[in-house]
């Protein structure tokens, strides 16, 4: 038995190609060239709107907030950031919507409001929605 060498090895390589590429007149075999396509040009940045950083609109009407006194200065402070809905889900006590208040002052830059103001905010704040009970029997529905 003859042993291979390197050369017949080259031989049989190169033969193995020069057939291949003699048969692949369709160019099947190789693969297709990268044809190199410039990016589209971006559009120009759309000008910043007044709204920017503002959260999107809400569709929320005073009747929106239970009835009571303070009810219309409440929504109209308080809407001009955040929804109703927000201010539904607490349930504060009147020194928590005191602190939520001068948070929201402090950390929110919400606009200075008088002094009587706050103090009828707050009143129908604490009155409307105060701490809910927790525990059995508590506002849970299923347990009635």
């Not at 090895?9 to 003699?22: E, K, N, R, S, Y």
Request: proline fraction near 13%.
């Amino acid at each position: 038995m003859r042993q291979l060498t390197i050369s017949h090895v080259c031989v049989i390589a190169l033969a193995t190609t020069v057939v291949l590429l003699a048969f692949d007149k369709a160019g099947q075999l190789r693969p297709t060239p990268y044809v190199w396509t410039p990016p589209a040009p971006k559009a120009a940045p759309a000008p910043a709107s007044p709204d920017a950083g503002k959260p999107p609109p809400h569709n929320d009407m005073v009747e929106d907030l239970p009835e009571g006194p303070g009810r219309e200065i409440t929504f109209y402070t308080c809407t001009a950031c955040h929804g109703v809905a927000l201010i539904k889900a607490q349930g504060l006590t009147r020194d928590l919507w005191e602190s939520t208040f001068d948070l929201m002052l402090e950390k929110h830059r919400m606009p200075p409001v008088k002094p009587a103001e706050r103090a009828e905010i707050l009143d129908y704040l604490s009155q409307q929605f105060p701490p809910r009970r927790r525990g059995r029997g508590g506002d849970n529905p299923f347990l009635k």
